[in-house]
């Protein structure tokens, strides 16, 4: 019984592919986020969807492009990979972004994926 | 824009040595802070919100604080399994979910 998961945990491309990253959350949760963890260990958030609407887009490049099926599902897809976009990338949920600062934002995190870009 | 700085970098630790990491931040309309405990090849695991100057929170070993300006998380008596990546992210009035991370203290307790 997974809250966060993520598919796959490894991710090994060629410089130039185009590859996803699937997201689910079995929380019953409102908002879901990706964030990058490069190899500083910094998290950086990338885009936050509530209900299915792209409410952050931080500065990415275009080659990235979130895509949420339903509340439960965010996928990340990546086009033309660079050397650069090696990193792990990690979804996260939490409830319910309107309702003002409570308990209900703590956002749970997945396990990660490691995008290695060769 | 919000800053976060956690210190130290890295602290090692003697099982049973009590200690403190530290968060300082600069986030206008700081309505609360997260702390967060990373194991390699994992994801942040929630520890704490703390939503106001003076809260504190508590969990077995671990008890954070929050001022107006820095927030502590206070290790008493670790132990080997405290060992892990310990991450802030204070939390402001327009962020929208967008939380704002430390880099992180690394803590290592040696049995």
């Known amino acids: 019984d997974t809250a966060v998961s993520q598919t796959p945990k490894y991710l090994v491309t060629q410089m130039g592919n185009d590859k996803s990253i699937k997201c689910e959350q079995n929380?019953?949760?409102?908002?879901m986020y990706w964030y990058k963890q490069d190899s500083k260990k910094f998290l950086k958030i990338m885009f936050s969807?509530?209900?299915?609407?792209?409410?952050i887009n931080e500065t990415v490049p275009n080659r990235f492009s979130p895509k949420s099926p339903d509340k439960a599902h965010l996928n990340l897809h990546i086009n033309s990979l660079e050397l650069g976009d090696s990193a792990v990338y990690f979804c996260?949920?939490?409830?319910?972004?309107?309702?003002?600062?409570?308990?209900?934002?703590?956002?749970?995190f997945g396990p990660g994926t490691r995008l290695t870009v060769l | 824009e919000d800053q976060v700085t956690q210190s130290p970098e890295a602290l090692r630790l003697q099982e049973g040595e009590s200690s403190s990491l530290n968060c300082s931040y600069t986030?206008?309309?700081?309505?609360?802070l997260f702390w967060y405990r990373q194991d390699p090849g994992k994801g942040p695991e929630f520890l704490f919100t703390?939503?106001?100057a003076g809260e504190e929170k508590e969990k077995e070993r671990l008890k954070a604080t929050l001022t107006k300006k820095e927030s502590f998380l206070h290790i008493t008596a670790p132990k080997p399994e405290d060992s892990a990546t310990y991450l802030c992210?204070?939390?402001?009035?327009?962020?929208?979910?967008?939380?704002?991370f430390g880099q992180g203290t690394i803590l290592t307790v040696h049995p």
């Open positions: 996260a949920s939490s409830q319910d972004r309107e309702r003002g600062f409570s308990s209900t934002d703590t956002q749970y």
């Open positions: 703390l939503y106001s």
């Open positions: 992210a204070p939390y402001g009035g327009t962020s929208y979910g967008k939380l704002t």
């Open positions: 969807y509530n209900n299915k609407e792209l409410i």
């Open positions: 929380l019953g949760h409102d908002t």
């Open positions: 986030v206008s309309g700081l309505r609360g």
